[in-house]
């Protein structure tokens, strides 16, 4: 069975959240070689037992085959870390969903992104200086990136839909599932003419406590996020936590300083967030070349002026697998000898979350293996 069906079954299986998935892939098994396993050999890999009991049957691949079938006959795409669509950004994240669920133009993944969030009771001022900056952007070539929350995230995506811009919609329910309701038709233009995205799939129940989940993915596909409108306990804010965590930019929109909705952005402004009285102030802050080689990733990564120096000297031997930069950053090191992670972490500079990623990205690719120790070599 290929390796994506049972991803797919694993990243769905009851018992089965984000750490027990990366035990799984760090034990370096073969996931051909899984819906195999009995329920001892899942006990083995130290699955709880009701986990073990049940793993058998959900990765049967005949029940595998009718999930994905399922999928396919809505027009949902799958996307897991193994496929070239999964964004390079979002890998570089930490604790990046294992899966996306996508209907739309997947080719959106690998354009450039900026985030836009704000309030779900928006005053006028913030609908117009969303619906400006988003606007703006859209016909500049930029893809906006929010969570279809009523309030400003509509107003956002709106805006790009009506330039003929491109927009992503971050769902915080199954991929499935409209919410708010009165959204329905700005779902179906999404869906037409960008791209709708969730990590969550069909028949999963909604509960308050994905909503801020998904603000981690809006951040993670984004160079940078821009809080238009915010009350100072707006969950709007979130997002702006996530992209500072991740290394993103983030752009606060001043506003009044009477008015409640405008001291979320007002704070984020003390605390260092870029000041936006314009697209410009936006658009400044990354080369005019980068929104064009972000149209196709192959040539970005090609291309991309983040290549470091020491990534010049890369061997021969490590060029040949299809890695990242910072892939090729961890592979360089290791090809010097093995390493700790708080050895890599000092030599090569990333910070833990960003290494953590790469690493288990490696171990996925079948290029490093993990020791006693927190050691790691090449495979």
Request: charged share 20%.
């Amino acid at each position: 069975m290929n390796e994506k069906l049972v991803w797919l079954g694993l990243c769905e299986a009851s018992g089965i959240g984000w750490k027990r998935m990366s035990d799984i892939l760090q034990n370096h098994v073969d996931l051909r070689e899984l819906p195999e396993w009995d329920a001892g050999s899942w006990r083995g890999l130290g699955m709880p037992e009701k986990v073990a009991q049940s793993l058998p049957q959900q990765l049967q691949p005949e029940y595998l085959m009718s999930k994905m079938k399922k999928y396919k006959d809505q027009g949902i795409h799958i996307i897991t870390m193994l496929d070239e669509e999964y964004p390079t950004l979002m890998k570089e994240t930490f604790q990046p969903p294992w899966i996306l669920y996508a209907k739309g133009r997947l080719e959106l993944l690998s354009s450039f992104c900026i985030g836009m969030v704000g309030t779900r009771v928006p005053t006028a001022y913030g609908r117009k200086v969303g619906e400006l900056l988003a606007g703006e952007m859209a016909e500049r070539g930029v893809t906006i990136v929010s969570g279809m929350a009523r309030g400003i995230d509509s107003v956002c995506h709106d805006a790009a839909l009506r330039v003929n811009g491109s927009t992503i919609a971050v769902l915080g329910t199954a991929i499935d599932m409209i919410y708010p309701a009165e959204n329905r038709s700005l779902y179906h233009r999404i869906a037409d003419q960008g791209l709708i995205l969730s990590e969550y799939p069909i028949g999963t129940k909604s509960s308050p406590g994905l909503f801020p989940q998904r603000n981690r993915i809006i951040s993670g596909l984004s160079y940078g996020s821009v809080v238009v409108e915010a009350d100072a306990r707006s969950g709007s804010l979130i997002t702006a936590d996530f992209a500072m965590e991740q290394n993103r930019d983030v752009f606060a929109v001043p506003g009044p300083i009477t008015s409640p909705k405008s001291q979320g952005t007002l704070s984020l402004l003390k605390q260092g967030a870029i000041l936006v009285t314009c697209t410009e102030d936006i658009m400044k802050e990354y080369d005019s070349s980068l929104i064009k080689r972000c149209d196709n990733p192959y040539e970005m990564k090609e291309n991309s002026s983040e290549i470091s120096d020491s990534n010049a000297s890369i061997s021969p031997f490590s060029q040949k697998f299809d890695l990242t930069t910072d892939e090729k950053t961890i592979y360089l090191i290791l090809e010097q000898g093995d390493a700790t992670i708080d050895e890599l972490h000092v030599q090569s500079n990333f910070d833990f979350g960003l290494l953590h990623t790469v690493l288990l990205s490696l171990i996925i690719k079948k290029q490093i293996s993990q020791r006693s120790g927190a050691l790691y070599t090449l495979i």
